[in-house]
């Protein structure tokens, strides 16, 4: 018998023989199984377990704290012998007042201050109007207006001397405080 003849006629019934034992084996393969696991319900677990009464009283007094608020905002300046916002201080002001709306219940000093410039009248009067530019600003913001006290200082409080323009512009300034 010729060789090829040989392997002609037993290779193809073997490659068949291997390809379906192949998929056979696949086949048969199992996943494993894992035994499901009962659902309790709340109610059984509250049974199974009870609450010692010391943990309920913590939970209601961890929940009667109120969230520590930072109240250290930064100051607002203004140009000289104006009483009108600068741009860049929008987003100061909104964060103020996104911080003085988580409690209402405090109140806050809006404290307006003007440099040396000029005289007594104009400088409490100015320091008076920027006081009142912020406090508008922090009410069309969703603040109470019985929230913020506006007081204005003219040149009496200086956070520095009034001698150097770096100085002056300095003390045109709002500050805001919690009232203590």
Do not use: W
């Not at 010729?2 to 998929?23: Q, R």
């Not at 996943?31 to 319900?41: L, R």
């Not at 009283?57 to 140009?79: C, G, H, L, R």
């Amino acid at each position: 018998m010729n060789f090829h003849k040989y392997l002609k006629s037993y290779s193809t019934p073997f490659v068949m023989a291997v390809l379906v034992l192949s998929l056979y084996s696949c086949k048969t393969k199992k996943i494993a199984q894992t035994a499901p696991i009962p659902e309790t319900t709340t109610v059984e677990k509250a049974k199974a377990e009870p609450v010692p009464e010391t943990a309920i009283e913590k939970e209601e007094e961890t929940a009667a704290v109120p969230e520590k608020i930072n109240y250290d905002f930064k100051t607002i300046q203004f140009e000289f012998n104006s009483s009108v916002l600068k741009t860049f201080s929008y987003p100061v002001l909104d964060q103020i007042a996104k911080a003085i709306k988580k409690d209402p219940s405090v109140k806050f000093n809006v404290d307006g201050h003007s440099s040396a410039e000029g005289t007594v009248e104009r400088n409490q009067t100015l320091s008076t109007d920027r006081a009142n530019s912020v406090k508008s600003y922090l009410v069309s913001s969703g603040v109470s207006a019985s929230n913020l006290i506006a007081t204005g200082y003219g040149e009496s409080k200086p956070i520095t001397s009034n001698t150097t323009e770096a100085g002056k512009a300095q003390n045109r300034r709002v500050e805001i405080s919690k009232v203590e």
